[in-house]
């Protein structure tokens, strides 16, 4: 009876404290250990900008950004010495945002 009680109680011990320590559990040992994403190139906006299809000036004007949005950098096409445009991204949430909403676009700097 002694020895049943000991072993379940030895198990229950082990079950209740040992998943804290495991990859899934609950105790992280060290940031280092987290695969962050490579680092993008992010811009924030510091006047209106317009969001362009294309990179040019007379190209469809997809919408006006406002101060403060923050887009991520995907390429910059240099057109010639002064004028130069950059691929952006917005910032999206996949699972809440309307699927038809335009997440890419041309900017010029």
Known sequence: MINNV??????????????????????????????????????????????????????????VLDVGTTLSILRNWKVNKTETWVRVELPSNKFLDDPNKILKGWIKI
């Open 6 to 63: 000991l072993k379940n109680f030895c198990l229950i011990t082990f079950a209740l404290i040992a998943p804290i320590t495991l990859p899934a559990g609950g105790i992280q040992k060290t940031l280092s250990q987290n695969k962050f994403p490579p680092n993008r190139n992010e811009i924030i906006l510091s006047s209106n900008t317009s969001l362009y299809s294309s990179p040019e000036i007379y190209a469809k004007e997809l919408f």
